[in-house]
């Protein structure tokens, strides 16, 4: 089955710093998405962007779907952005999802 | 707009019990997944329902897990008997027919002793 592969594993940010996370994935696929797990466990949906750049305030992301790869932009961060930021990828049309291992991310102030 | 509602919040239960889990979809919603969160992994699909029908239940360990969307709206999870390693959360999901954004419930932790 497909592969998805994010990086890096773990991120550690002062707020007011930028960063990007990295999503590979070993197919071709006609879904991704990417979501915000806080601290108490929430999962949010942030894009779903089988394809091209989305950006929702100081969120952006880009899949390049012919390189096989999804960047999510985090700018200015927060320590409100924290948590772990998944990956998932389908390949089948059936909106069935994949996730990856996801990035864990901390902003201190 | 309502969320994805799940019950419980938390459960605990001593291994070869019994457990349910309760899920309601967004309102207009066909399609209703069940996923499975083991502590530091990504969360893992166990079964797919399409209004009342099953998608995919691929990943689903039938000899112990069970569910069912009898109506085609809210939805059950069943674990009997319970093991050590069913400790995790199970996420409740539910998106519009088709590939579209998922929108997942709060989660039950369940812990098994």
């Known amino acids: 089955g497909i592969q998805v592969e994010q990086s890096p594993p773990d991120l550690i940010l002062q707020e007011g710093a930028n960063s990007t996370l990295r999503c590979n994935f070993s197919?071709?696929?006609?879904?991704l998405q990417w979501f915000h797990q806080n601290p108490w466990g929430q999962l949010i949906n942030l894009f779903y962007i089988p394809s091209g750049t989305k950006q929702n305030g100081r969120l952006s992301a880009t899949t390049v779907a012919t390189e096989r790869y999804s960047l999510l932009y985090i700018s200015s961060s927060q320590t409100t952005d924290s948590g772990v930021y998944f990956c998932?990828?389908?390949?089948?049309?059936?909106?069935?999802?994949?996730f990856g291992a996801g990035t864990r991310l901390a902003v201190h102030p | 707009e309502a969320g994805v509602a799940q019950s419980p919040r938390y459960k605990i239960i001593e291994k070869r019990q019994s457990v349910a889990f309760w899920c309601n979809p967004i309102?207009?919603?066909?399609?209703l997944y069940w996923y499975q969160q083991i502590l530091g992994q990504g969360p893992k699909l166990l079964i797919q329902?399409?209004?009342?029908?099953?998608?995919?239940d691929s990943q689903l360990p039938k000899d112990r897990f069970s569910a069912e969307r009898l109506k085609g709206v809210d939805s059950t999870l069943k674990i009997q008997p319970a093991k050590l390693e069913d400790s995790a959360v199970y996420l409740c999901?539910?998106?519009?027919?088709?590939?579209?954004?998922?929108?997942f419930g709060n989660g039950t932790r369940l812990t098994v002793t």
């Open positions: 329902f399409q209004n009342n029908g099953v998608v995919d």
């Open positions: 309102s207009g919603h066909a399609t």
């Open positions: 998932a990828v389908d390949s089948g049309g059936y909106n069935k999802l994949i």
């Open positions: 999901a539910s998106s519009l027919a088709g590939v579209s954004p998922l929108h």
């Open positions: 197919d071709s696929v006609n879904n």
